[in-house]
């Protein structure tokens, strides 16, 4: 009993790991309303949120390497939850951004990798299979229940509820650690901070670039960035490749100066070299693009299930259910394959069923919900999410000795929640960008439509264009001055913009899934339970 405790120990803290980003998204319209604030201040911090804990992750691996990776998770479950109770108690949405993203994000910094460490350290051979395909579960399970958690609460409670419940299953993790085997702390307890900037700058840089895209452009500049009253447009151009051109310098010094630490015998934040190793570098690169694909669909179904079909945050939870349902029977049945099946075999698979379900779901996306269709694609993409998840963390920490397992476990939180942040910022922008465009195209080109009202709708256009429910939208016209015989044709060319927008955001997840099979042919041919 006690060899499994130690697993439903870490499940518990994975469990909140993944709940929170969840329970945000499909709480978002309620978060608004409360906080008095925009869907784009909702997404900035969903964003920041997955930012801090990918752009730090390796800072905190490397502390659980310095001073023992038990006592790390105890400190980190300690902060996460005390940043949980500052976003439960929120009156704003600064106060929620320090606390969500800031607080919350700097806990779970510490906690991922110690998960994926300590998960290593107390199981081996075919238990550790086991172990992992479990956590794995876990976060689908996290993801799953999100929905219809944070719809029941926020409808009959509210969302706050659900941060304040976090801090107490904190309380009770910290309970229990002691029966956890620790790892032992390397000999050096000296930081890397040069490593530590430089790799937080570069991943830093190029996040913040794609979650502005939406406003400022990819290319051709749409809005712009602003210092002191000054746009930045580089060459007339938008900043946005600019930035992410950066990032992918800063992060080439990264590996330089990674270098250098050790040739002066220094411990570094990360060894380059982990990263030749074929299995560790296909089974992180797999891992961004599942949660890449995940973190823009948990963005992007609900702002249609709530702003175009005006579902509350609980039925949005029910709707997603056969999802939810598929997602943990598929996860928690992949252990019972490890032993025969493959990695590869079992991700191909679930990016198979993926692509199959995402390209169902593009097909239902109208101003009337198909239940039936629309439950289909839900639970086959459902089913295929939770086969990939359940078999990526053993590809990655069985490529790496006991050495390396802080700084592996390091860069399999990065992969994780970079991937989220990535997803959530590139769908997102792509989602405001056609938007933006579709709604403009459309006004300007019907001859019913006056031209002040045309003009009106350019300039709204230009920035992007927020995402509103008709009842909204309705009521932004009319604060506006748009002709009342005018709204309801406004109104129209919106709601089709708006379902146009949707379907080409998840026409993009399935690109991405399709990208994923070309990776996924590269991952371990042999059953999960030997490597």
Same mark, same amino acid.
């Given at each position: 009993?006690?060899?499994?405790?130690?697993?439903?120990?870490?499940?518990?803290?994975?469990?909140?790991?993944?709940?929170?980003?969840?329970?945000?998204?499909?709480?978002?319209?309620?978060?608004?309303?409360?906080?008095?604030?925009?869907?784009?201040?909702?997404?900035?911090?969903?964003?920041?949120?997955?930012?801090?804990?990918?752009?730090?992750?390796?800072?905190?691996?490397?502390?659980?390497?310095?001073?023992?990776?038990?006592?790390?998770?105890?400190?980190?479950?300690?902060?996460?939850?005390?940043?949980?109770?500052?976003?439960?108690?929120?009156?704003?949405?600064?106060?929620?951004?320090?606390?969500?993203?800031?607080?919350?994000?700097?806990?779970?910094?510490?906690?991922?990798?110690?998960?994926?460490?300590?998960?290593?350290?107390?199981?081996?051979?075919?238990?550790?299979?086991?172990?992992?395909?479990?956590?794995?579960?876990?976060?689908?399970?996290?993801?799953?229940?999100?929905?219809?958690?944070?719809?029941?609460?926020?409808?009959?409670?509210?969302?706050?509820?659900?941060?304040?419940?976090?801090?107490?299953?904190?309380?009770?993790?910290?309970?229990?650690?002691?029966?956890?085997?620790?790892?032992?702390?390397?000999?050096?307890?000296?930081?890397?901070?040069?490593?530590?900037?430089?790799?937080?700058?570069?991943?830093?840089?190029?996040?913040?670039?794609?979650?502005?895209?939406?406003?400022?452009?990819?290319?051709?500049?749409?809005?712009?960035?602003?210092?002191?009253?000054?746009?930045?447009?580089?060459?007339?151009?938008?900043?946005?490749?600019?930035?992410?051109?950066?990032?992918?310098?800063?992060?080439?010094?990264?590996?330089?100066?990674?270098?250098?630490?050790?040739?002066?015998?220094?411990?570094?934040?990360?060894?380059?070299?982990?990263?030749?190793?074929?299995?560790?570098?296909?089974?992180?690169?797999?891992?961004?693009?599942?949660?890449?694909?995940?973190?823009?669909?948990?963005?992007?179904?609900?702002?249609?299930?709530?702003?175009?079909?005006?579902?509350?945050?609980?039925?949005?939870?029910?709707?997603?259910?056969?999802?939810?349902? =598929?997602? @943990? /029977? %598929?996860?928690? #049945? *992949?252990?019972?394959? $490890? &032993?025969? !099946?493959?990695?590869?075999?079992?991700?191909?698979?679930?990016?198979?069923?993926?692509?199959?379900?995402?390209?169902?779901?593009?097909?239902?996306?109208?101003?009337?919900?198909?239940?039936?269709?629309?439950?289909?694609?839900?639970?086959?993409?459902?089913?295929?999410?939770?086969?990939?998840?359940?078999?990526?963390?053993?590809?990655?920490?069985?490529?790496?000795?006991?050495?390396?397992?802080?700084?592996?476990?390091?860069?399999?939180?990065?992969?994780?929640?970079?991937?989220?942040?990535?997803?959530?910022?590139?769908?997102? =922008?792509? @989602? /405001? %960008?056609?938007? #933006? *465009?579709?709604?403009? $195209? &459309?006004? !300007?080109?019907?001859?019913?439509?006056?031209?002040?009202?045309?003009?009106?709708?350019?300039?709204?256009?230009?920035?992007?264009?927020?995402?509103?429910?008709?009842?909204?939208?309705?009521?932004?016209?009319?604060?506006?001055?748009?002709?009342?015989?005018?709204?309801?044709?406004?109104?129209?060319?919106?709601?089709?913009?708006?379902?146009?927008?949707?379907?080409?955001?998840?026409?993009?997840?399935?690109?991405?899934?399709?990208?994923?099979?070309?990776?996924?042919?590269?991952?371990?041919?042999?059953?999960?339970?030997?490597?």
């Amino acid at each position: 009993m006690r060899k499994w405790g130690v697993l439903l120990i870490l499940c518990a803290a994975q469990f909140i790991m993944v709940l929170d980003t969840t329970v945000m998204n499909v709480s978002v319209s309620a978060v608004v309303v409360d906080l008095d604030t925009s869907i784009t201040q909702v997404q900035l911090a969903i964003t920041l949120y997955t930012l801090v804990m990918g752009s730090f992750m390796l800072f905190g691996g490397r502390l659980g390497d310095m001073f023992g990776r038990r006592r790390v998770f105890s400190i980190g479950l300690l902060v996460y939850g005390a940043g949980s109770l500052i976003t439960a108690f929120s009156p704003n949405i600064g106060t929620l951004l320090f606390g969500w993203s800031f607080v919350e994000g700097a806990g779970a910094v510490l906690v991922m990798p110690a998960i994926i460490s300590l998960t290593a350290a107390n199981y081996d051979g075919k238990d550790r299979a086991t172990a992992y395909s479990a956590l794995g579960g876990i976060a689908a399970a996290g993801a799953a229940a999100g929905p219809l958690i944070g719809g029941w609460v926020t409808e009959t409670l509210t969302w706050r509820v659900v941060f304040a419940a976090e801090t107490v299953v904190c309380v009770l993790v910290i309970a229990c650690v002691r029966v956890i085997a620790d790892t032992g702390r390397s000999g050096s307890r000296r930081m890397d901070w040069g490593g530590t900037f430089l790799s937080a700058a570069g991943l830093g840089l190029i996040v913040l670039a794609l979650l502005k895209s939406g406003t400022w452009g990819f290319v051709k500049p749409s809005g712009a960035l602003e210092i002191g009253g000054t746009e930045i447009t580089p060459f007339g151009l938008s900043i946005v490749p600019f930035m992410i051109a950066a990032g992918i310098f800063v992060l080439i010094a990264f590996v330089h100066w990674e270098r250098r630490v050790i040739a002066h015998g220094h411990v570094p934040l990360m060894h380059p070299d982990l990263l030749r190793k074929l299995q560790l570098r296909n089974g992180l690169v797999m891992l961004i693009a599942q949660q890449t694909i995940i973190g823009g669909m948990f963005f992007v179904i609900p702002i249609y299930l709530q702003y175009v079909l005006g579902k509350n945050a609980f039925e949005t939870g029910l709707t997603l259910a056969p999802m939810s349902v =598929a997602m @943990l /029977i %598929a996860a928690f #049945s *992949s252990p019972r394959f $490890a &032993a025969t !099946q493959s990695p590869r075999r079992m991700v191909t698979i679930g990016l198979l069923l993926v692509i199959i379900g995402s390209s169902v779901l593009i097909t239902t996306i109208d101003p009337e919900l198909d239940g039936v269709v629309f439950g289909v694609g839900m639970t086959v993409f459902g089913a295929g999410f939770g086969l990939i998840a359940s078999q990526l963390g053993n590809v990655v920490m069985s490529s790496v000795g006991e050495r390396d397992r802080g700084e592996t476990g390091g860069l399999q939180g990065t992969a994780q929640n970079i991937g989220t942040s990535v997803g959530v910022a590139l769908l997102g =922008a792509l @989602l /405001i %960008a056609s938007l #933006s *465009s579709d709604f403009s $195209a &459309a006004g !300007q080109a019907d001859p019913d439509l006056s031209a002040t009202t045309k003009t009106q709708i350019a300039e709204a256009s230009a920035d992007g264009v927020e995402i509103l429910g008709r009842d909204q939208l309705e009521q932004v016209a009319q604060d506006n001055g748009i002709p009342a015989d005018e709204v309801a044709t406004l109104i129209d060319h919106y709601v089709e913009a708006q379902l146009f927008a949707i379907k080409i955001s998840i026409l993009l997840a399935v690109f991405l899934a399709a990208v994923g099979l070309v990776i996924a042919r590269r991952l371990p041919r042999v059953p999960a339970a030997e490597l």
